[in-house]
């Protein structure tokens, strides 16, 4: 830093050539500031007030009747006599304390402000670090130097020099979203508190001039969810995205909980509307297409959540299921590997050969879920016979069901006390409840 040297004019004549002339007797009543002597300092943009008005003894006392001058009072208390020296705040730049001179031409420069460089970034980085202007992606404001807009060069009653404290700072120019992102019914709560919590002010390594990818700020404050996430035996694309998040969640405030772009099953079709190929390499049915041709949807559907069923952020499951659910067409019975099913349904249904109560797929008592699915090896899954998303038939039967490359039929027709199917797998056959004995 600059300290204000203590000069005197002789001093400062000796140092700009003054010297080398014969000393000169001058007229203390008349003008410095001729064509020949000090010549231009009143020329430029911005000029000192008493200086302008060539009221030089202001602030320098002639001593006699040579080109001797008493010694200037320090820096601070010389413009003080004037101005205000801005020790009333509780927080006073450094620089300002030791000298107004380390920022000002005491006579007037091209710079607003009189400054003592050509734009006021530059001023600034004369003693601070550049680095926080090295972000790949600025701050409109900042990169132009209009460091003045947000801190007060002085002193302030805010910490960082701010002229004002947390989001009032930024609603000075962004008055219009602040007002539309804190509209929604849920606003964030670091969003809240401050902007400068996820957006660095001045410059960053990432859009927005975000600290890091978006995944790498969110788990600032979530840590548990994107640990989850990461250490997920089956993962969710658009999660493990470096910018995902924000694929499906809102920064700032939302209408919808918890912070969504939209109603989940909306947020989920917007991506789910074509075959998409899982990780495993299966091809995902076109989910939006399916919901919208089949009126039938399953219940926790019609909620209005995919979630019921699916963890959207990854799971331990086949498909991202909250509980396990068999892969595979064929699958031994064993109930804990339909706890997805069980969770919301009659966990007992193919437990039991003979039942008059357990289910409505019997004939008499004959349980026929437990025949098709209670297998030590090649147990039915479910999805032999039920589209767990929508379907156009009853119980959420389907029309067929893919078995390998071909679409089995399944053929099955309600009647008032059972129904009948003709799949591909047997003849037709009829079952019905009122049947007595087995
Ligand atoms: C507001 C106070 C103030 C006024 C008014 C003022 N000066 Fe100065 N002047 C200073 C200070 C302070 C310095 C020392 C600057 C430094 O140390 O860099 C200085 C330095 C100088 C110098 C030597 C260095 C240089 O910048 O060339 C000259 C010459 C000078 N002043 C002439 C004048 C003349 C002529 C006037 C009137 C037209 C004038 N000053 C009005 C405060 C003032
Ligand atoms: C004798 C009184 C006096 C002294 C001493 C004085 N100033 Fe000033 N200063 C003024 C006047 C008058 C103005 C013009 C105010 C206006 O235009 O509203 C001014 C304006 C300024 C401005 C604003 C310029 C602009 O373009 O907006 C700055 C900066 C400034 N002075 C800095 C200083 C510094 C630094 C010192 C000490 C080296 C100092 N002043 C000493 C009277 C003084
Ligand atoms: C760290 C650099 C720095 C120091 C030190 C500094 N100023 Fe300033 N000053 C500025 C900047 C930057 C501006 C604003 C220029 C602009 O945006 O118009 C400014 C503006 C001013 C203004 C005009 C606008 C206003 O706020 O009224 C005055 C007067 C002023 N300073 C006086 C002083 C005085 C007196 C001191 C010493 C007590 C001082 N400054 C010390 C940087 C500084
Ligand atoms: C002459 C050197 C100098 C100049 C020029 C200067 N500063 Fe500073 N600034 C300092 C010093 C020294 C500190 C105190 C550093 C500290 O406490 O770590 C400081 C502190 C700050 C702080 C507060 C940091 C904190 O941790 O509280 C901010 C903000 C700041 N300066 C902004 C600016 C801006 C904006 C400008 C340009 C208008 C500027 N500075 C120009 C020397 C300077
Ligand atoms: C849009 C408002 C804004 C602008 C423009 C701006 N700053 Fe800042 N600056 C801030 C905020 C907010 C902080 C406090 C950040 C924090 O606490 O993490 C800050 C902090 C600082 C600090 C302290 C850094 C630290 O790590 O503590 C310095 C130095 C600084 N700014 C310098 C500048 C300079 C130089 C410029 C101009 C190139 C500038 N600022 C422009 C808002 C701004
Ligand atoms: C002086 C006015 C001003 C202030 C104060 C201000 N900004 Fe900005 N901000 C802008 C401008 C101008 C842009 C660029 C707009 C554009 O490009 O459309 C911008 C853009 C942004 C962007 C988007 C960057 C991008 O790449 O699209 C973010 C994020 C932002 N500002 C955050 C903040 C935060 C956080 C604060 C408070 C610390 C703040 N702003 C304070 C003027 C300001
Ligand atoms: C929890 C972190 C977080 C907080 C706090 C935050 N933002 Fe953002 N902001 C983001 C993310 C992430 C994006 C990028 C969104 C995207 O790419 O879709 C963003 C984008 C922006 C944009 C660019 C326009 C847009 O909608 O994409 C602006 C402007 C902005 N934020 C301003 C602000 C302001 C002003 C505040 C304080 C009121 C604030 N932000 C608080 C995380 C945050
Ligand atoms: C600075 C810390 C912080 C950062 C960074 C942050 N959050 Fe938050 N977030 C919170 C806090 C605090 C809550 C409120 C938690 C509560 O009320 O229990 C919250 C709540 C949420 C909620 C609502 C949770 C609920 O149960 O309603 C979601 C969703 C969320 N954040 C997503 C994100 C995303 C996505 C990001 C990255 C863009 C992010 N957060 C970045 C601190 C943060
Ligand atoms: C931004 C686009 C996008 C959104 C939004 C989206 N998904 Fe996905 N989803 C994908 C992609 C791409 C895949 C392909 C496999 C992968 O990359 O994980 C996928 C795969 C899946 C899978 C199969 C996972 C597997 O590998 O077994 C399920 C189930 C799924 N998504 C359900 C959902 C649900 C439920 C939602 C809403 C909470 C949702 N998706 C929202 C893009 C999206
Ligand atoms: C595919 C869409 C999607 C993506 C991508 C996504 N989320 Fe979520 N997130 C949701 C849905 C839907 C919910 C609410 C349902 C639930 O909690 O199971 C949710 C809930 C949350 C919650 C609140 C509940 C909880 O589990 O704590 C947080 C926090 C959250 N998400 C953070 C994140 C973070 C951080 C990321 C990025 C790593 C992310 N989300 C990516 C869809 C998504
Ligand atoms: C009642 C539970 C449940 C609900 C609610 C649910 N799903 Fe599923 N989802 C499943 C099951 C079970 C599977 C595995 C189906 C199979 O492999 O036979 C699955 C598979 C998927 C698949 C992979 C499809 C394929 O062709 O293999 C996608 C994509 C999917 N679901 C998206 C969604 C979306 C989007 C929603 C909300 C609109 C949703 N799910 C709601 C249970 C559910
Ligand atoms: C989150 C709870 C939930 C889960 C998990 C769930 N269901 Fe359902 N299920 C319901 C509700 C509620 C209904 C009643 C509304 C309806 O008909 O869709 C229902 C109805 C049904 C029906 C039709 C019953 C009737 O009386 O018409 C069948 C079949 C069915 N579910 C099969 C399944 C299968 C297979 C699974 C596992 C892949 C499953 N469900 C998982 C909640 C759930
Ligand atoms: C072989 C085909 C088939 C298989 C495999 C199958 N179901 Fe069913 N399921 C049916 C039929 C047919 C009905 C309709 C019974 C009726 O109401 O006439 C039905 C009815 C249901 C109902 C309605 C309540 C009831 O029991 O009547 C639920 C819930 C249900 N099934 C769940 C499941 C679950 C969970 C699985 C896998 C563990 C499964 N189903 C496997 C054919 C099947």
């Known amino acids: 830093m600059r300290f204000l040297s203590i000069t005197t004019m002789i001093l400062l004549a000796a140092a700009s050539g003054f010297a080398a002339r014969a000393p000169r007797t001058i007229d203390p009543e008349a003008s410095c500031s001729t064509a020949e002597c000090h010549a231009g300092m009143d020329g430029k943009q911005y000029v ?21 001058f008493k010694e200037m009072a320090p820096g601070v208390e010389l413009c003080g006599s ?37 734009n006021q970034g530059e001023l600034c980085f004369t003693c601070h670090d550049q680095g926080i202007m090295e972000g790949k992606y600025q701050h409109g404001p900042a990169a132009v ?11 302030s009653a805010q910490e960082k020099l701010l002229l004002a404290a947390g989001n009032d700072l930024c609603a000075i120019c962004h008055t219009d979203f602040i007002a539309d ?13 401050n902007c400068a919590n996820c957006h660095n002010p001045h410059s960053g390594p990432r859009p927005k001039m975000l600290p890091g990818t978006v995944r790498e700020l969110c788990a600032k404050c979530h840590q548990d969810v994107v640990q989850r996430a990461t250490e997920a035996a089956v993962g969710h694309g658009p999660v493990e995205d470096p910018d995902g998040c924000v694929k499906c969640h809102l920064p700032h405030g939302s209408s919808v909980a918890p912070l969504l772009k939209a109603e989940e ?39 209005g959540g995919c979630s019921g069923c699916h963890s959207p952020h990854g799971g331990a499951h086949f ?10 067409f064929y699958s031994p019975y064993e109930p804990k590997n339909y706890a997805l099913c069980f969770t919301c349904h009659e966990p007992t249904m193919a437990k039991e ?20 699915v209670n297998k030590a090896e090649r147990g039915r899954t479910c999805r032999a016979c039920h589209e767990v998303h ?33 799949p591909g797998c047997h003849a037709e056959v009829t079952y019905d409840r009122n049947k007595t004995g087995s």
Not at 84 to 109: F, I, K, R, W
Request: glycine fraction near 10%.
């Open 48 to 68: 000192h007030g008493p200086v302008a008005m060539g009221e030089c003894q202001v602030c320098h006392d002639p001593k006699g009747k040579k080109h001797e």
């Open 82 to 118: 004037c101005h205000d020296t801005y020790d009333q705040e509780a927080n006073l730049h450094m620089p300002v304390q030791d000298d107004c001179l380390n920022c000002h031409d005491p006579h007037g420069s091209n710079t607003k402000g009189m400054l003592i460089t050509d």
């Open 145 to 155: 130097g209009a460091c003045t807009i947000c801190h007060n060069p002085h002193a």
């Open 181 to 193: 992102m804190t509209s929604g019914s849920f606003v964030h709560k670091p969003v809240k508190e």
């Open 265 to 303: 099953s909306a947020l989920c079709l917007g991506c789910h509307d074509k075959p998409i190929k899982a990780t495993d390499g299966a091809d995902l049915q076109n989910m939006k297409k399916l919901l919208e041709e089949n009126e039938g949807w399953h219940g926790p559907l019609r909620e």
């Open 319 to 328: 498909r991202l299921l909250k509980e396990a659910y068999p892969a595979k």
């Open 353 to 372: 050969q003979y039942t008059k109560r357990l289910t409505g797929f019997r004939d008499g008592d004959q349980n026929l879920h437990f025949l098709h």
């Open 390 to 422: 929508a379907s156009p038939l009853p119980r959420h039967l389907r029309e067929s069901v893919p078995y390998g490359n071909w679409a089995l039929p399944i053929g099955f027709n309600k009647t008032e006390n059972g129904g009948s199917c003709q």
